[in-house]
């Protein structure tokens, strides 16, 4: 049903117009960045903007002229992931994020250009972080910048990036805060990132913010890798238990089964991931947990495997809305990204959504996967040469990090041999 009324939907966005464009913004405060939604890069926010108006945090000068075209019915390039998966024929995120309850009452302003505070807002206040993911990098995790200033550049892959150290001013963070005040009523969903939320001192200061001045209409969610102690975790489950907030969802990240998903995600422990997931669900029994998933190369063989956990922590139908699973495609690094694997491949994605299907996860869920089935398809690039520069990042990451690529995920030394 619900498909049907966002295909209806799309006749009255037309060929261009996205709400989350308006209605959603992600801001990173330690590299100065800012984009409307997770597709489009990052662009950096000018401190002459925030300087003279706090908001401008989110309502960058470049961020206007993107809506401006949106609403002269022309297609921004840094969109261009809603357009492929439109083009063909499917339902693309434009879509499902305008139709969303955050941003499709306020349709008429938005066409109006007349809508300045976002309702759904993610921001991460520095990079803090425990893990070294493969497709991350120094702007959003700590230990990445360690390693590059140890070990040097990345090859074909990340420099240095310039990021504002915890111990230095940020003058971004300043800006966040004055503008906190007139924002913290106005949003529909808060969602703190990292780094590593739960090792940054700003999550328990917004904790602390929401319990002086309540907001029951909140959506406040924390994206966690849920990897840090047990006396942090526990700490935060206590800061957060009687919090007066509409919902809170813990989202956390999880991309394969067992060694392929520590292989991706460095650093991290599966089965130590797996038994915090069912601590939060257990001691939070109003929170939801969200699976997030960053579908890559990595991703692919053992991925079913990880989706028998998933049901596993869903439990009964009667309790499966309390957790749930987010698929989202990687697409840079490029080397990384699923379609650089052979087209035999896709027999393992198939495998996947008919076990979703069978096991009843959501039309969103499957959708989301059958998107990247459908993009996997599609792809009309030159996948040769990303498995020769896949090749050379697996190289480079067992050399740097004492790892062991083909015993971490063994069903794809057919493309580590080829490439």
């Known amino acids: 049903?619900?498909?049907?009324?966002?295909?209806?939907?799309?006749?009255?966005?037309?060929?261009?117009?996205?709400?989350?464009?308006?209605?959603?913004?992600?801001?990173?405060?330690?590299?100065?960045?800012?984009?409307?939604?997770?597709?489009?890069?990052?662009?950096?926010?000018?401190?002459?903007?925030?300087?003279?108006?706090?908001?401008?945090?989110?309502?960058?000068?470049?961020k206007k002229k993107q809506?401006?075209?949106?609403?002269?019915?022309?297609?921004?390039?840094?969109?261009?992931?809603?357009?492929?998966?439109?083009?063909?024929?499917?339902?693309?995120?434009?879509?499902?994020?305008?139709?969303?309850?955050?941003?499709?009452?306020?349709?008429?302003?938005?066409?109006?250009?007349?809508?300045?505070?976002?309702?759904?807002l993610e921001v991460s206040f520095d990079n803090t972080c425990n893990l070294k993911c493969s497709y991350c990098g120094p702007t959003y995790s700590s230990k990445w910048a360690e390693e590059l200033n140890q070990l040097g550049d990345w090859p074909n892959h990340h420099s240095k990036q310039s990021v504002i150290p915890n111990r230095e001013h940020n003058p971004y963070i300043d800006a966040f805060w004055k503008w906190w005040p007139n924002i913290q009523n106005e949003l529909h969903t808060f969602r703190i990132t990292g780094g590593e939320p739960l090792l940054s001192k700003h999550t328990f200061r917004i904790i602390e913010k929401l319990k002086q001045n309540p907001n029951k209409k909140l959506t406040l969610g924390i994206n966690t890798n849920l990897s840090v102690s047990k006396t942090v975790l526990e700490k935060f489950v206590k800061q957060v238990k009687d919090l007066k907030v509409k919902n809170l969802v813990i989202h956390t990240s999880c991309d394969a089964y067992g060694s392929a998903a520590e292989y991706a995600r460095h650093g991290f422990n599966y089965n130590k991931w797996l038994e915090n997931c069912n601590f939060i669900l257990q001691e939070l029994p109003n929170a939801k947990l969200d699976i997030m998933v960053t579908y890559s190369a990595f991703s692919v063989t053992t991925f079913?495997?990880?989706?028998?956990?998933?049901?596993?922590?869903?439990?009964?139908?009667?309790?499966?809305?309390r957790t749930?699973?987010?698929?989202?495609?990687?697409?840079?690094?490029?080397?990384?990204?699923?379609?650089?694997?052979?087209?035999?491949?896709?027999?393992?994605?198939?495998?996947?959504?008919?076990?979703?299907?069978?096991?009843?996860?959501?039309?969103?869920?499957?959708?989301?996967?059958?998107?990247?089935?459908?993009?996997?398809?599609?792809?009309?690039?030159?996948?040769?040469?990303?498995?020769?520069?896949?090749?050379?990042f697996v190289d480079e990451h067992d050399k740097r990090r004492n790892t062991n690529f083909l015993k971490s995920i063994p069903h794809m030394e057919n493309v580590y041999y080829e490439s």
């Open 1 to 62: 049903m619900w498909k049907f009324f966002r295909k209806q939907y799309k006749k009255k966005l037309g060929n261009s117009l996205c709400l989350a464009k308006w209605t959603q913004s992600n801001i990173y405060l330690a590299a100065g960045t800012t984009h409307s939604c997770h597709h489009p890069l990052p662009h950096k926010i000018p401190l002459e903007e925030i300087q003279a108006d706090p908001s401008a945090l989110h309502n960058t000068c470049y």
């Open 67 to 120: 809506r401006q075209m949106m609403l002269n019915d022309e297609r921004p390039s840094e969109c261009d992931y809603c357009w492929r998966v439109e083009d063909t024929g499917s339902i693309s995120d434009r879509i499902t994020k305008s139709f969303t309850s955050w941003s499709r009452p306020f349709y008429d302003q938005i066409k109006d250009n007349n809508l300045d505070v976002p309702k759904y």
């Open 304 to 321: 079913v495997k990880l989706l028998k956990d998933i049901k596993t922590l869903k439990g009964p139908w009667y309790k499966r809305s």
């Open 324 to 392: 749930t699973v987010s698929i989202g495609y990687l697409r840079n690094p490029s080397q990384l990204a699923v379609w650089i694997l052979p087209y035999a491949y896709i027999y393992y994605i198939e495998d996947q959504i008919n076990f979703m299907k069978e096991n009843k996860f959501s039309s969103t869920e499957i959708n989301q996967l059958q998107r990247i089935e459908t993009l996997f398809k599609s792809y009309e690039g030159d996948n040769r040469s990303l498995q020769k520069l896949f090749k050379e």
